[in-house]
């Protein structure tokens, strides 16, 4: 591993302080951002006795640096930097000093760097950016925004292709992607990687501190794809689980548009991502590109789930056993019941599949009919229009729209009168934890069953099919509670 600790200190001898904490980290080699200092032209001797190898950097404000001053005045401080023993230069790619015949600066090695703070190019572009500056001196560096996974296969094909000339380089993304390409840099390509001595002291957005970098040199990678995902409450739920387990692993979110899921899917290979969730809208359109899927996605004809074996990917739904596991939790015995769902999309078609597999009578009702008869013909049961279901007297009720979901209309998903004591009602929505749905049977004496229970079951699942190790129950409702503070 070769990790480059990016120090971003005040002056020269907190400069020195961070070299020394970075060395004592296990950094291969340490970045010292002068042009973030106060006063870049002090005296260098406090860095002298600090065996590390050193790296000096000016970046420009136009590169998202703090460096101002003429080329003269950069001249003069490399100069300085090279006798005090500095064994690296970073140069902008667009830098005049590039042709400099200066003989001290050639006792160094040059890094010749492209930033590029707007976004990640087209592969072919990339490959010419960092050819070019490749031949501009010893090891070239690049550094570009990345914003969405179209973006982040760009990079991540780049840098396969450039290895493939045996020159070394860097290339790293920034940005909301920026995490995973500086986990996961020796499988872009990228001989180095950059981290911050610790969280908040970053010099570059996406940058990762050393230790959690080192910790996660054998850590499991997991995420989320789907679009939206800011209303996600996973990213808490799977934190809370690697860090009450002591297991090194990162859940990371990755906003993907329909027409990067074969990108995406792509990538989980390519970085070694271990595990990833899939959510709205692409629980059933990421199928085709798995390698297998197991028969409690087959069933449903949604995966929420992936499994990265080795590069295979498993497609899985833990939406199903999460039912599943919030009715045997609450005692509710659905067996050979008589069931109404209201609601036909994926989380309908979940609750429909455990449904089957309890015998159940199954009824569906929703707001688009020949969506409910579609389900209903997929799982054995019967589409009723809602004036229909109020006489259907059902002992179960389970609510699969977002009706009394945060953000959409507080409503009754269905006419209360359906409501009486002795049913199971459940509502798969998490938040609010009481929906106006959850409220109102209970009081009229049903016993009730929250989403959030079928949210937390569903991560315990997904959580354990990643690491092999199942989280408590405890430990992801206190994820819950987090989200909901
Ligand atoms: P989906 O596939 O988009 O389906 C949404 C369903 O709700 C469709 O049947 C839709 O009817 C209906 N609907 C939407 N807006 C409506 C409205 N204003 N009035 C009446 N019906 C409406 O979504 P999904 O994945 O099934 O998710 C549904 C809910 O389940 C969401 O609130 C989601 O957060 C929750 N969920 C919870 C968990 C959990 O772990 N607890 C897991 C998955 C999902 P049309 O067919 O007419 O469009």
């Known amino acids: 591993m070769t990790i480059c600790v990016s120090v971003n200190a005040a002056n020269i001898e907190e400069a020195a302080e961070a070299t020394a904490a970075a060395k004592e980290l296990g950094a291969d080699l340490v970045e010292i951002r002068f042009d973030l200092m106060e006063n870049p032209m002090e005296d260098l001797t406090p860095l002298k006795d600090i065996d590390i190898p050193k790296l000096i950097t000016l970046r420009s ?38 042709g400099s ?21 087209p592969e072919s572009k990339l490959i010419e950016i960092m050819l070019q500056a490749g031949v501009k001196g010893d090891l070239a560096k690049g550094a570009f925004t990345v914003n969405t996974v179209e973006e982040l296969h760009n990079l991540v094909k780049a840098g396969n292709l450039i290895s493939m000339t045996g020159k070394k380089f860097v290339l790293l993304g920034m940005g909301e992607f ?7 840099y020796r499988r872009i390509g990228s001989s180095m990687t ?3 001595l610790e969280s908040g002291k970053e010099t570059a957005m996406g940058q990762i501190d050393i230790t959690t970098l080192k910790k996660m040199e054998k850590g499991v990678i997991t995420g989320i794809i789907g679009m939206p995902l800011g209303h996600s409450y996973s990213p808490t739920l799977h934190h809370n689980a690697f860090e009450a ?8 979110k990755f906003p993907t548009r329909e027409n990067e899921v074969p990108l995406i899917i792509d990538l989980m290979r390519d970085l070694n991502i271990n595990g990833l969730n899939v959510t709205i809208p692409h629980k059933e359109s990421v199928i085709e590109y ?11 004809g949604a995966v929420n789930v992936i499994v990265n074996r080795k590069g295979r990917l498993i497609g899985m739904n833990t939406d ?38 309890e015998d159940a009578d199954i009824f569906i009702t929703n707001r688009t009919m020949p969506r409910a008869e579609e389900v209903a ?40 009168k359906i409501l009486r004591t002795g049913q199971v009602v459940m509502d798969v929505i998490y938040n609010p934890e009481l929906t106006p749905l959850l409220i109102e049977a209970e009081s009229r004496g049903c016993s009730i069953i929250s989403g959030k229970e079928m949210l937390i079951y569903q991560a315990i699942d997904a959580f354990e099919a990643w690491t092999g190790q199942r989280p408590s129950y405890e430990v992801m409702a206190e994820a819950v509670r987090k989200e909901q503070e």
């Open 101 to 121: 015949r200066d003989r001290d600066l050639r006792k160094a090695e040059l890094l010749v760097s492209h930033h590029d703070l707007e976004g990640t190019p």
């Open 320 to 357: 199903v056993s999460g039912i599943a596991q919030a009715f045997k939790a609450a005692n509710a015995d659905v067996n050979g019941k008589r069931s109404l769902i209201i609601g036909a999309g994926g989380a309908a078609r979940a609750c429909a599949a455990f449904l089957r597999s």
């Open 178 to 184: 920026g995490p995973i390409t500086r986990l996961r």
């Open 61 to 98: 404000k136009s590169y998202g640096g703090e460096w101002e001053s003429d080329d003269k005045a950069r001249l003069q401080l490399y100069r300085r930097a090279v006798k005090a023993g500095f064994k690296l230069i970073d140069l902008e790619d667009d830098s005049s000093l590039l």
């Open 377 to 416: 013909s997929m799982f054995s049961g019967q589409a009723v229009g809602a004036d229909e279901a109020i006489n259907l007297e059902p002992d179960v009720v389970i609510n699969c729209t977002p009706l009394g979901m945060k953000g959409f209309p507080s409503e009754l998903p269905i006419d209360p």
């Open 245 to 252: 387990m002591d297991i090194s692993g990162m859940y990371l």
């Open 290 to 300: 798995l390698d297998k899927i197991e028969d409690s996605a087959e069933d449903v």
């Open 194 to 196: 950059f981290a911050s």
